[in-house]
């Protein structure tokens, strides 16, 4: 019988002795086994620091961000593979691309955060802070890599985006992970991982594996470390409240079971595309992994008037589902993940049948196709009905994860969402609804109990991609009984991992740590005017003020007539009694415009390729006829950017793609009298010598 490995310290181990055995879900067969028995947890934590931190710290978000890349691509290849084993954990196809496919995604949507994050090891994060009316002391927020090591505790049901997701995050924040997927699914991840290690895409330390038990782990970590757990509430507060992680002040990102809601708006009728959209969600929620989603609906709130028959609609649904072998392709609905998890299902809908009665379904038997209903974890999907949801807490306390969901009444949108707070903070809600109204009281009134909500109607229902996907880009998690823990979420997740510190000085001072220009730095002398200099070429501050030029009421009007922008202010005939201003003004777009005309010097052709845009732009003080504009020019951020992938047979082609860079401006606009009439951020595209 196969062994699962432990990859640690650089070598696969197999743990000592006989391990947990691991069961075939489907056929309930056992075909491997799983320990970490004998392990020092220790060392592996220190190799993690030793050697993957201190490889990954050096490498910049933008090498990062196209490592995770590299590793998307990689495992791309190599999935049919991971869909194999899946099916051995009871998954469907679709069950199978949620974890696989979907785990990949997440690399793939982390690699892409690059092109918002600076090529080097560190950011910048938020907008500088003026602290001195002389302009000499200011302050600013570094982001830098934390000295530690990831310790992911993961729960069965997703074995590869549970680790995929929070990997993606980590690495890109450029610190290295030790992955402990609960140990019932492990041989799925363990497969995932052969792959990335045999792949040598990361650097050595980057990643570990641990399949079984997490051992006493958690005695040897400490504050530049982070450990984030996914798994039942129960074990997360026993880990959460684990004296090292108190006693050294280590993050602790906690993902808990959570009973997730639906809402049917109360003007959504039978015969509105509405009433469908609700009965698909509700049906898909139930029976996609069997139920077992962290953010599976568990409880189904509709206006008491309707819920007869949305309760016989939805039973009608899920009675068309096809349970059994995941490997054949009629079947809808696989099994749970084994057979402790059936037993755990049961005694939890035993605990609902106290205030609830099973409307659809049977805990006792399921017909099944291709399988063994016994010797297989499968489990009939069940609709309940809890007629007095205010009278109990119990359908608002108790998770079944599997496939099981409670209908339960309400009499009016207040009611609906005080039902939906019962559950004392959710990972995710979703209410239908074609009423903007009843939306917006919804989504306002039980916001703070979630972490995630969704409006679904008629215009976003095909595209949606549903109340039951965490997706990369938004936050997942939620307040309370979820955890209270936030990951993912773009840009957001990454700050989980980098040390946020506060750091004040000089403008100069700050320039030459963030190699971001701050105003009122000192600047360089470029030598030659910024445009003729190759992105190579460029440093941070080259800098350049430019000659004055004056500003006529006939520009003024020449602007308006060929812009057509004629707003009263800029037009020598409005009476200027009662507006801001004294006299006709220039349009603030004429004098970004003349200021360009002032840093821009050349008529030949340089190293700039293109304008890219603004970032930010502001107009601080009124531009009147007679007043001379002049300009401070400085070179602020620059970011390679990676040349599209071209074909070696092919010669490079200019013009098709070019080695080439983001360089942003820092312009500064004043007038006669020295004072600040403009100021923003524009962006330019910039030719390198050398292609990267
Ligand atoms: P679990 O029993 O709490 O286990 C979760 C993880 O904790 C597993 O890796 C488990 O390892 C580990 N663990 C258990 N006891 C431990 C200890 N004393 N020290 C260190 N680690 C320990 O949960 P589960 O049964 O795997 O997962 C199902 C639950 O997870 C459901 O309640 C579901 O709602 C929740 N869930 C939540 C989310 C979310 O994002 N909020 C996502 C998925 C699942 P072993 O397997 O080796 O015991």
Request: proline share 4%; with cysteine; charged share 20%.
């Amino acid at each position: 019988m196969q062994k699962l490995g432990n990859y640690i310290t650089g070598n696969w181990i197999e743990g000592d002795g006989d391990g947990q055995l691991l069961y075939n879900a489907v056929t309930g067969k056992e075909f491997a086994s799983a320990t970490t028995k004998g392990l020092d947890f220790e060392s592996v934590l220190d190799y993690a620091r030793k050697k993957g931190n201190t490889a990954l710290r050096k490498m910049t978000f933008q090498e990062r961000g196209r490592m995770l890349r590299a590793l998307a691509l990689h495992l791309m290849q190599h999935k049919e593979k991971f869909y194999t084993i899946s099916y051995l954990s009871g998954a469907t196809k679709i069950d199978s691309w949620i974890d696989i496919e979907g785990g990949i995604g997440n690399l793939f949507s982390n690699a892409s955060l690059r092109r918002k994050l600076p090529d080097e090891p560190f950011c910048l994060d938020g907008d500088p802070i003026a602290l001195s009316k002389g302009n000499t002391f200011m302050g600013h927020h570094i982001l830098v890599p934390k000295e530690g090591v990831a310790v992911h505790i993961n729960a069965y049901n997703f074995p590869v985006w549970g680790m995929l997701e929070k990997i993606a995050v980590n690495l890109l924040a450029g610190i290295p992970a030790v992955v402990k997927p609960a140990t019932v699914t492990s041989y799925l991840t363990e497969a995932v991982v052969k792959e990335i290690i045999a792949s040598k895409i990361l650097p050595e330390g980057a990643l570990q594996l641990l399949c079984g038990s997490a051992g006493n782990i958690l005695d040897f970590v400490n504050s530049q470390d982070v450990v984030t757990f996914t798994g039942s509430a129960y074990t997360g507060l026993k880990l959460k409240s684990h004296p090292t992680i108190l006693g050294e002040a280590v993050p602790f990102n906690m993902e808990a079971d959570s009973l997730n809601c639906i809402v049917l708006g109360a003007d959504v009728e039978p015969g509105m595309p509405e009433w469908d959209i609700f009965i698909k969600e509700v049906k898909k929620e139930i029976t996609v992994k069997a139920g077992q989603k962290c953010t599976a609906v568990r409880r189904i709130f509709v206006p008491g008037n309707k819920i007869e028959e949305m309760s016989r609609a939805i039973a009608n649904e899920l009675g068309k589902t096809v349970i059994g072998n995941p490997l054949n392709e009629k079947v809808r609905m696989g099994s749970l993940a084994g057979q402790d998890q059936r037993n755990e299902v049961r005694s939890q809908v035993q605990k609902l049948l106290a205030s609830s009665q099973i409307i659809y379904g049977s805990l006792d038997s399921v017909a099944v196709l291709d399988a063994d209903e016994k010797e297989g974890a499968f489990i009939s999907p069940m609709l309940l009905l809890n007629e007095n949801p205010f009278a109990t807490e119990t359908s608002h306390d108790v998770e079944a994860f599997g496939p099981v969901s409670t209908i339960m009444p309400y009499k009016n949108m207040d009611e609906a969402i005080e039902l939906s707070k019962k559950g004392k903070g959710s990972l995710c809600s979703t209410i239908v609804t074609a009423d903007p109204k009843i939306a917006k009281q919804y989504v306002l009134g039980a916001a703070t109990h979630h972490g995630r909500i969704l409006v679904l109607n008629e215009d976003c229902a095909k595209e949606s991609t549903g109340h039951g996907s965490p997706l990369p880009l938004l936050v997942h998690g939620g307040p309370g009984r979820a955890g209270g823990g936030e990951e993912m979420g773009g840009l957001r997740g990454i700050r989980h991992y980098l040390q946020r510190t506060a750091i004040q000085g000089s403008p100069t001072m700050i320039t030459a740590i963030s190699n971001v220009y701050q105003a009122h730095a000192k600047g360089n002398d470029p030598g030659v005017h910024p445009f003729k200099k190759y992105f190579e070429e460029l440093h941070i501050g080259d800098q350049i003020i430019t000659e004055k030029r004056l500003i006529t009421s006939e520009d003024i009007d020449k602007f308006a007539a060929l812009s057509g922008d004629n707003f009263y202010a800029h037009l020598t005939a409005t009476d200027f009694a009662g507006t801001m201003f004294e006299q006709q003004v220039a349009h603030g777009y004429f004098i970004m415009s003349a200021a360009a005309g002032l840093f821009v010097d050349s008529y030949e052709k340089n190293p700039v390729l293109l304008n890219y845009g603004i970032d930010e732009l502001r107009f601080t003080k009124p531009v009147y006829p007679g007043s001379s504009i002049y300009i401070r020019f400085s070179c602020k951020e620059k970011t390679a950017q990676e040349m599209k992938e071209q074909n070696p047979e092919v010669p490079f082609v200019k013009g098709q793609d070019i080695p080439k860079g983001i360089v942003k401006w820092f312009v500064e606009i004043f007038d006669e009298t020295s004072e600040a009439v403009g100021v923003g951020t524009i962006l330019t595209m910039v030719e390198m010598k050398n292609k990267i």
